[in-house]
T-cell receptor, first 112, second 114 residues
């Protein structure tokens, strides 16, 4: 079972560059989430989606955009990368809020 | 609004000792509660969950947690620590009122000494 797959696993960008992180899940989950994890700050929600074609802002959405054109995919975009966006990014999915979230292994992103 | 507080960013125990990781939550309605574990360079994995029913919940790897409504707590315990338990642990709460979101605590890193 693949579960939640994130690509790429590692990336180094220069300030001002753009990139897209891809999340794919094969569990037919409605809800998908993007988090960032920084030391001592736990997980912070960037954006989330409650179904195909829908997106909503989380706790720290500035500087990021998302799209959910297909139910199984949730894309996170950085239009103009900044050093403050250096972090580990996790994607997660679930079928319902009373069910646990399934996480990918993360994307480690460094902005120089 | 939902919130989660994990007491202690770091906990150190000796191998074979009791593990106790504390979690307190706030929620305006009956919550759904979760504990996740994160090993280095991996994503979070579910340890156990409480939704309804029995307040003592058993999870994987010998962990268990008790939902105490009067104390708004969901502490994680394991009778005897093993070296392989060294990891970061996250408590999380959702109750459906946060727009389908789950709120995670800041995490507690568990160290196990030989």
């Amino acid at each position: 079972n693949a579960g939640v797959t994130q690509t790429p696993k590692f990336r180094v960008l220069k300030t001002g560059q753009s990139m897209t992180l891809l999340c794919a899940q094969d569990m037919n989950h409605e809800y998908m989430y993007w988090y960032r994890q920084d030391p001592g700050m736990g997980l912070r929600l960037i954006h989330y989606s409650v179904g195909e074609g829908t997106t909503a802002k989380g706790e720290v959405p500035d500087g990021y955009n998302v799209s959910r054109l297909k139910k199984q995919n949730f894309l996170l975009g950085l239009e103009s990368a900044a050093p403050s966006q250096t972090s580990v990014y996790f994607c997660a999915s679930t079928s319902s809020v009373n069910q646990p979230q399934h996480f990918g292994d993360g994307t480690r992103l460094s902005i120089l | 609004a939902q919130s989660v507080t994990q007491l202690g960013s770091h906990v150190s125990v000796s191998e074979g000792a009791l593990v106790l990781l504390r979690c307190n939550y706030s929620s305006s309605v009956p919550p759904y509660l979760f504990w996740y574990v994160q090993y280095p360079n991996q994503g979070l994995q579910l340890l156990l969950k409480y939704t309804t029913g029995a307040t003592l919940v058993k999870g994987i790897n010998g962990f268990e947690a008790e939902f105490k409504k009067s104390e708004t707590s969901f502490h994680l315990t394991k009778p005897s620590a093993h070296m392989s338990d060294a990891a970061e642990y996250f408590c999380a709460v959702s109750d459906g009122t946060g727009g389908f979101k789950t709120i995670f605590g800041a995490g507690t890193r568990l160290f196990v000494k030989a």
